[in-house]
């Protein structure tokens, strides 16, 4: 069109003198008509969750302008029609006034109750669109596929770009979900997110239709709501650092810090989300992962001596079966949230639970011969039981994670949170429960995405393609009552190495989107490639426009033949490096052709969309350090778990646990059989690859003799190696001491191999 105006103009301005007057006017009358028409934006079809159906129906498209305005019948859709108008008012100049009167120029939101609760049909005619949702809730997703049609600046807070008229092309859309449930999980215990941004949240939720948030609200790490019977738990429990009695952990650091929700705070949250048809089941994580509550309230322990600890390196951190004074305390506390949460379904957690306390508690011992119980699991069946019992007195239904099917029978009724193995949801099911499907092979966003970006891989490396491959029935022969059992899928983003609130857009944006799908998409529609051009095509500039820091995939980089390489995810996309090892910026020299050099690992890449820039990386087939490995002995004061040697095999994938916690007066002494020329020698602490469980005070010195020593640096944080420590040495060094002068996170640390380059 823009060629079309452009070449008018020029044939214009050759023959201009030979026209009359009237035809000049005629003319500039149709250039203003056609650059108008070019002007007006047209409705983007690439929506996600794609709609079961959409037909264009061809002829002229209808236009959405600053008359139109929104039709309401009754006193339904109330809620939606404010809805739907504040997000117009955000991108088109017009009022969208709300009527309940005939116009020709009109939105109109009726129900049709023979469609599905949350299905819709949105028919765009030549005047007005119609959106007909089986209930509000239909209504309420019709309108999210509306206004993915508008341009992505409708997400934007306080857009400042608004349009006149938007071009949807007639047509018929006609969607509903494959299940009924479509949640997504947030862990806000191991990383505080205030409600600013859990608002935030639930917008996204919303916009991809998805309609439960699991909000884990307490763990070791923190509890997170307040109760107003036990003002500790919030007083003391929600906060983390090196005088508080929540010790620092997962790079919490020294300063005080933490956070919770009021239950003034809560009630607007949960009336926000139940606003936008989005159910919040909360969950307090029992009887384990309750380190914030022992640290508070200690008495709900067993009382024994011994440590043990949990697979999270937590010691004592689980509630006693045995005593009664904890259901007392749990009623309370159940009690108050139950009217703060309307959700049929309370989760209790139940995951991870160590045993070991209870094995040796006379207390609890008594109590499973008492009951003629011959398994230590019975007892932990005997605890979710009696939860499942205060629960229904107060009208919820348990949910709690896979492990509550060990150890004995449940309420049928109760729901099961599978997270271990598809197979862990199949067991669920034949057994009869209600199964969410949060499987963290797939479902679990807080892995890593590749082998070098951040995040776990307790369950793989989990690409979006993976995700999105995720079938929550799958295939395991199922019959139809099993099959009805099957809830649907949930994300989960568990957040102890996700410290703030980007690194949790990192890893759930855009994987949410493939949840999106995969909750409410038939499982045979479902095509990968067409996901990703969706996504490109749109849907990433709409997350761009929300604000979210979502990943941009990095570039696929190899060294081959003398010639470096890079490849993008995707055409639109630009890749950038530099030579210098430095994480490239939107200044960086361009990638256009394979380089040519004999140093590949001195370059770094990555992709950009727009400003917002990919991790950083080098070749990915060849090693970017070349370390050297001196003969090495080792000694320290430090008791460890593994053998010492491990960190003198100059192998980064076998390091070291302290045994227990590490502080002021601890070392660790390198020495090398001769003395090493470098350039510098490095620490890293924690998991290798993973900037956890690392040791936050102290500092890396050197000798030349082996007997007077420099100081180098002394830890700090880095996201990538975690508490880290290097020193520059410049003579050949016959010794490196690691020495620890305060405090340390968590209660072991690791401990890596040095790195001399
Ligand atoms: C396992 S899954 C846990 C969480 C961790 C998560 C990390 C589950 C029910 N428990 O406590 O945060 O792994 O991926």
Same mark, same amino acid.
Do not use: H
């Given at each position: 069109m823009k060629l079309l105006v452009f070449i008018l103009i020029i044939a214009l301005l050759f023959r201009w003198e030979k026209l009359s007057t009237a035809r000049k006017f005629i003319l500039i009358f149709i250039i203003i008509l056609l650059w108008s028409y070019k002007n007006v934006p047209t409705a983007n079809l690439d929506i996600v969750p794609k709609p079961q159906t959409m037909e264009l129906v061809g002829g002229r498209d209808c236009r959405i302008n600053s008359k139109t305005v929104i039709e309401v019948k009754d006193s339904v859709n109330q809620f939606n029609a404010k809805y739907l108008q504040s997000y117009l008012r955000n991108e088109f100049e017009g009022d969208f006034k709300i009527v309940d009167e005939k116009d020709k120029n009109k939105i109109e939101l009726l129900i049709d109750e023979n469609l599905a609760e949350e299905g819709y049909i949105i028919d765009v005619m030549r005047g007005c669109v119609r959106i007909e949702g089986g209930t509000e809730k239909g209504v309420f997703y019709g309108i999210q596929t509306l206004l993915q049609m508008l341009p992505a600046d409708v997400y934007k807070k306080d857009n400042d770009k608004r349009i006149r008229a938007l071009r949807v092309p007639k047509m018929t859309i006609e969607d509903s979900p494959r299940f009924a449930y479509r949640g997504m999980h947030l862990d806000v215990s191991r990383t505080f997110f205030d409600a600013e941004y859990i608002y935030k949240f639930i917008d996204a939720l919303a916009y991809y239709k998805i309609n439960n948030f699991h909000w884990h609200l307490t763990d070791d790490q923190g509890w997170r709501v307040e109760i107003k019977k036990y003002p500790k738990l919030t007083e003391m429990g929600a906060w983390r650092g !090196?005088?508080?009695?929540l010790k620092p952990a997962y !790079?919490?650091?020294m300063e005080r810090n933490g956070g919770y929700y009021t239950q003034e705070e809560i009630k607007s949250i949960v009336k926000y989300a139940a606003d936008r048809n989005i159910n919040i089941i909360p969950e307090i994580d029992l009887p384990g992962h309750s380190k914030a509550v022992a640290v508070t309230y200690?008495?709900?322990?067993?009382?024994?001596?011994a440590k043990h600890y949990s697979v999270q390196w937590e010691s004592n951190n689980v509630w006693c079966v045995e005593r009664e004074e904890n259901y007392a305390m749990l009623e309370d506390i159940i009690a108050e949230m139950a009217e703060l949460f309307p959700s049929k379904i309370f989760h209790i957690g139940g995951d991870e639970v160590n045993m070991d306390s209870w094995k040796e508690c006379p207390k609890c011992q008594a109590l499973m011969k008492e009951k003629g119980m011959t398994e230590v699991v019975e007892l932990q069946n005997y605890f979710v039981r009696r939860l499942e019992n205060i629960l229904s007195k107060y009208g919820k239904t348990m949910g709690g994670w896979d492990e509550i099917i060990d150890g004995g029978a449940l309420r049928p009724e109760t729901v099961v949170y599978a997270w271990a193995s598809p197979e862990r949801g199949i067991e669920s099911v034949r057994q009869g429960h209600p199964t969410v499907m949060q499987i963290a092979q797939y479902m679990y966003f807080d892995m890593k995405q590749s082998k070098d970006e951040r995040g776990l891989q307790w369950a793989g490396v989990t690409s979006l393609e993976k995700a999105y491959s995720f079938d929550p029935i799958g295939n395991f022969d199922l019959t139809e009552e099993e099959t009805k059992l099957v809830m649907g899928p949930q994300g989960g983003c568990w957040a102890e190495c996700l410290q703030v609130k980007d690194y949790v857009d990192y890893q759930v944006f855009p994987k949410l989107l493939a949840l999106s799908e995969i909750g409410w998409c038939e499982q045979g529609e479902r095509d990968y490639e067409d996901f990703q051009r969706r996504l490109y095509g749109a849907q990433y500039a709409r997350l761009y426009a929300m604000d979210f820091k979502f990943r941009v995939a990095p570039p696929e980089v190899v060294y081959q033949d003398g010639l470096l390489m890079a490849k993008a995810d995707n055409d639109i996309l630009t890749i950038r490096y530099t030579e210098d090892g430095a994480a490239p910026t939107i200044k960086s020299e361009k990638y256009r052709k394979p380089i040519k050099t004999q140093e590949p690992e001195k370059y770094r890449f990555a992709t950009f969309y727009k400003d917002r820039s990919s991790i950083a990386r080098g070749a990915q087939n060849i090693e970017l350090h070349h370390y050297l490995k001196p003969s090495t002995t080792v000694e320290s004061n430090i008791p460890f778990f593994e053998d010492i040697n491990r960190l003198v095999d100059y192998d980064l994938n076998t390091y070291c646990f302290t045994a227990r916690e590490v502080g002021d007066g601890d070392y660790i002494k390198f020495t090398f059989a001769e003395p090493v020329e470098c350039q510098s020698i490095g620490m890293c602490t924690g998991y290798y690859n993973l900037a956890v469980y690392g040791i936050m005070n102290g500092y890396i010195e050197y000798s030349y003799d082996g007997e007077n020593y420099h100081r180098g640096e002394r830890f700090v944080y880095d996201i990538f190696d975690g508490y880290r420590a290097y020193c520059h040495p410049e003579k050949p060094v016959k010794s490196v001491r690691i020495v620890i002068d305060g405090i340390s996170e968590h209660e072991v640390n690791g401990v890596q191999d040095l790195r001399i380059e």
């Open positions: !090196a005088y508080e009695v !790079a919490s650091g200690p008495e709900i322990l067993c009382d024994i001596d």
